[in-house]
């Protein structure tokens, strides 16, 4: 009986995971169309960008990932977005794409687990909405990069995999914010491109901490 009840998660697991490689091989969303985006500016007001991608907005049963145009998942993203902006509107102008994400984020499951699901649709996804920002919307600016539990393990993807072979974004990056995320030591010997941020400059760097957006630490994510 016991060895029945180990199976189950792993097949369960398993599903999530084939697919996630499937929706991933459909193809990510036109981010040229701008009912894709959560938050779009019309306008720069300001002289640095939010990248923000909201948390697992939506924990289904009906399927193991949520496209980007599911209705559960935009109405949870909205919420989410409505509760965390004040907190960073007042740093920047605030750039939030819709993406797929793995319904099944919040389940209890290994570190190597979430960051494996995200690398497939969500982390498309992601990858083609920050390009398609670079591209159209920076305008060369310094960014922030922001996000929270599932987003933030996706920018953990993002800053590993994409900033890594693009070395004048780091430049400009001012700073990633990883809202309950675990961000091991592992982690950044791995990435040696990347480290923890330290009062009063937090410029290029990473903070991580747990507790929600309600327990900002102190690392100052203006240039000094």
Same mark, same amino acid.
């Given at each position: 009986?016991?060895?029945?009840?180990?199976?189950?998660?792993?097949?369960?697991?398993?599903?999530?995971?084939?697919?996630?490689?499937? *929706?991933?091989?459909?193809? #990510? %969303?036109? &981010? +040229?169309?701008? !009912?894709?985006?959560?938050?779009?500016? @019309?306008?720069?007001?300001?002289?640095?960008?939010?990248?923000?991608?909201?948390?697992?907005?939506?924990?289904?049963?009906?399927?193991?990932?949520?496209?980007?145009?599911?209705?559960?998942?935009?109405?949870?993203?909205?919420?989410?977005?409505?509760?965390?902006?004040?907190?960073?509107?007042? *740093?920047?102008?605030?750039? #939030? %794409?819709? &993406? +797929?994400?793995? !319904?099944?984020?919040?389940?209890?499951? @290994?570190?190597?687990?979430?960051?494996?699901?995200?690398?497939?649709?969500?982390?498309?996804?992601?990858?083609?909405?920050?390009?398609?920002?670079?591209?159209?919307?920076?305008?060369?600016?310094?960014?922030?990069?922001?996000?929270?539990?599932?987003?933030?393990?996706?920018?953990?993807?993002? *800053?590993?995999?994409?900033?890594?072979?693009?070395?004048?974004?780091?430049?400009?990056?001012?700073?990633?914010?990883?809202?309950?995320?675990?961000?091991?030591?592992?982690?950044?010997?791995?990435?040696?491109?990347?480290?923890?941020?330290?009062?009063?400059?937090?410029?290029?760097?990473?903070?991580?901490?747990?507790?929600?957006?309600?327990?900002?630490?102190?690392?100052?994510?203006?240039?000094?």
């Amino acid at each position: 009986m016991r060895r029945r009840e180990r199976c189950v998660p792993i097949i369960a697991l398993l599903a999530l995971f084939m697919f996630s490689g499937r *929706l991933a091989a459909q193809g #990510a %969303p036109d &981010y +040229s169309d701008p !009912a894709r985006w959560l938050a779009l500016p @019309s306008y720069t007001s300001m002289d640095t960008d939010i990248f923000y991608l909201y948390p697992t907005a939506c924990g289904t049963k009906e399927h193991t990932v949520c496209g980007a145009d599911d209705p559960c998942m935009r109405e949870g993203a909205q919420a989410h977005f409505e509760r965390q902006l004040p907190l960073f509107e007042s *740093l920047g102008d605030v750039y #939030a %794409p819709y &993406y +797929s994400q793995a !319904a099944g984020y919040e389940n209890p499951a @290994s570190t190597i687990d979430r960051r494996f699901l995200v690398s497939g649709a969500p982390g498309r996804d992601v990858f083609a909405a920050f390009e398609y920002y670079l591209k159209n919307y920076n305008l060369d600016r310094p960014f922030i990069l922001v996000g929270a539990s599932q987003g933030a393990e996706i920018l953990l993807h993002l *800053l590993s995999e994409y900033m890594v072979k693009h070395p004048p974004l780091l430049r400009k990056m001012r700073v990633a914010y990883l809202i309950d995320c675990a961000v091991s030591d592992e982690f950044l010997r791995s990435n040696p491109h990347l480290r923890f941020a330290r009062p009063p400059d937090g410029d290029g760097y990473v903070v991580s901490w747990s507790g929600g957006v309600s327990c900002v630490p102190e690392v100052s994510l203006q240039r000094q």
